[in-house]
């Protein structure tokens, strides 16, 4: 199972960016998708996560500014950051819940990492 994540840069604050991640492999079922971030010196922490039915939950500092989507036929999730702010700045990780063929446990597969730098 692999995880792909992409569409990170450089963007001004208030500016918009988009990332994607499309998971693939011998996959049976996806439960959470979602994106964690690390900024420089800090712990990961969630950004926002979906589950396979559409719940979806938000770290407070994102809520009203960024937006979660799923595609579960095509294994993808997608985060649209709008009014980006300098502290947005951070590696921001794909992360996916997983049943994949042949693992008797469902395994919790993390992305390469997408690097947001927000700054004028």
């Known amino acids: 199972v692999q995880l792909q994540a992409s569409g990170g840069g450089l963007v001004q604050p208030g500016g918009s960016l988009s990332l994607s991640c499309a998971a693939s492999?011998?996959?049976?079922?996806?439960?959470?998708m979602g994106w964690y971030r690390q900024a420089p010196g800090k712990g990961r922490e969630l950004v926002a996560m979906?589950?396979?039915?559409?719940?979806?939950n938000y770290a407070d500092s994102v809520k009203g500014r960024f937006a979660i989507s799923r595609d579960n036929a095509e294994n993808t999730v997608s985060l649209q950051m709008n009014s980006l702010k300098p502290e947005d700045t951070a590696m921001y990780y794909c992360n996916a819940n997983i049943k994949a063929s042949g693992d008797p446990f469902w395994g919790n597969h993390w992305g390469q990492g997408t690097l947001v730098t927000v700054s004028s």
């Open positions: 492999g011998r996959i049976i079922a996806i439960n959470t």
């Open positions: 979906s589950t396979h039915d559409g719940s979806v």
